[in-house]
């Protein structure tokens, strides 16, 4: 029924954006652009970590009250005016005209036929695009029609793949997908389609927890996809697996895991060590108005937030797997143990993203409780801090590169969790000293798009504030 309520209400700010009605304590008013530009203005004038900036945020940019009237109705809808408050360093700032929609990617919770992909350019033309398999979810409809990690596919109803359509030919809840094979050079058509359909699913991210004997080691591996808070206590869990089963070494596998819920990055770095508990994790800077109420510095914790006692390794190295779609929080896990111990990266460059965001509801303090009242569903997720790690480090704009350089080979990327996957062995040789720190075979072929690339938190760090 929320969702039909919810749907109605789009319907009818779709229709009606320019009109209002009477002030009514029991009916709110139905949201004007002008409304909605002024919430936006405001939020970003607050908090945005930009601010000093951009010209047009200055406390003193407007000398009445009809000045800053005439610059609101001088955009013709919210995006455009929250797009041209951005600074030119910002590339993560986002606007959503749909806040459950929002909270529900928070909780990992999307719209979702259990197909993963990575999307990348032809090497022998690179205005063509191809997918290629990542993993697939438990439970979904790709799972049920057989598609597996691996998997290549060129065309979407038909229709070749480019890096003009891509975005819009991956959209939709239902699509069929042409498949192909990759040897490396050329991509070939078998003529072989499936259809996949999306439908509501919840992604647990902690995907895969092994222990390996290395050696006469116990070497755990952890493939974790996402820092969703929901599900923290199964992160725990992993690790008191690991300490039943006496892992001296860690693999943790991030390669595709775009970030998420800053708290959930302390508790995993907690998990690995567990000797610095109370000690710095990573301070937060925020624009100059608002640091002196909100910075605050982030301590390595001994609890996850339901209250129960962090399950800590104490080890003094880890073993990082990343590629470019490793963002975010994932970054932020690697700048906050870095200063303590070792941080083995075996993969590719990270993304670069030392940010984070906090949710601004249009109320009077930009909570969430009393949004409905507002007669809209926007709301914002600007950049409010930047992290810094313990021994000042931040400003990663290049990201992470790897200690030990393996890029994905597409034509034979391996099974997840298997000890001769190209990354996971890249690290376990490392481990039982077969080889060094050393650059394996690489190819050139970049991703240019995955399939989380519509969601609205997608490669996005955020933090929860009162």
Avoid at 212 to 236: C, H, K, P, Q, R
């Amino acid at each position: 029924m929320k969702f039909w309520k919810h749907f109605l209400l789009l319907m009818i700010s779709g229709s009606l954006l320019t009109a209002c009605f009477d002030d009514n304590d029991d009916v709110p008013q139905i949201a004007t652009t002008l409304d909605i530009n002024d919430f936006i203005w405001k939020g970003m004038n607050v908090f945005y970590l930009y601010k000093a900036d951009v010209a047009d945020l200055a406390d003193d940019r407007f000398s009445s009250d009809q000045e800053y009237t005439d610059f609101l109705r001088g955009y013709p809808s919210p995006e455009a005016i929250f797009d041209d408050l951005q600074s030119n360093v910002d590339q993560f700032s986002f606007l959503v005209d749909d806040y459950v929609a929002l909270e529900q990617a928070f909780d990992g919770i999307t719209r979702n036929n259990g197909m993963e992909f990575g999307l990348v350019r032809y090497p022998d033309n690179p205005t063509n695009v191809f997918g290629y398999v990542r993993y697939i979810l438990p439970g979904t409809d790709a799972e049920a029609k057989g598609i597996k990690r691996g998997d290549i596919f060129n065309s979407i109803d038909g229709t070749q793949i480019t890096d003009q359509n891509f975005s819009e030919l991956l959209a939709p809840d239902s699509y069929t997908i042409g498949l192909a094979t990759f040897d490396g050079t050329q991509v070939t058509p078998t003529g072989t389609s499936i259809s996949l359909t999306k439908v509501q699913y919840k992604e647990n991210p902690v995907f895969i927890v092994k222990t390996f004997d290395i050696g006469g080691n116990s070497v755990g591996y952890l493939m974790y996809n996402s820092f969703t808070a929901d599900f923290d206590e199964e992160l725990n869990a992993a690790f008191a697996q690991f300490q039943s089963e006496n892992v001296t070494d860690l693999v943790l596998d991030l390669r595709y895991n775009g970030g998420g819920s800053v708290t959930s990055a302390i508790d995993l770095s907690s998990m690995i060590t567990g000797q610095f508990n109370g000690q710095v994790f990573t301070t937060e800077e925020w624009n100059a108005d608002r640091q002196e109420e909100f910075g605050s510095t982030n301590l390595f914790d001994n609890q996850i937030r339901t209250g129960a006692a962090v399950n800590s390794l104490n080890l003094s190295r880890v073993y990082i797997l990343t590629t470019g779609s490793s963002a975010s929080a994932s970054e932020l896990v690697i700048n906050g143990l870095n200063p303590y111990i070792q941080t083995i990266k075996v993969g590719d460059t990270t993304r670069g993203k030392f940010q984070a965001s906090i949710t601004l509801y249009d109320t009077e303090n930009y909570a969430r409780q009393g949004a409905e009242v507002a007669g809209h569903t926007y709301a914002m997720q600007p950049l409010v801090l930047k992290s810094i790690n313990s021994a000042g480090v931040t400003d990663y704009f290049n990201g992470f590169a790897p200690e030990i350089l393996v890029e994905e080979d597409f034509s034979n990327l391996g099974i997840l969790g298997n000890t001769d996957e190209p990354l996971l062995k890249a690290a376990l040789d490392h481990i039982s000293g077969v080889r060094s720190f050393a650059q394996y075979n690489t190819q050139s072929l970049k991703n240019i798009g995955s399939s989380k690339m519509h969601l609205p938190n997608y490669e996005r760090m955020y933090i929860h504030k009162n």
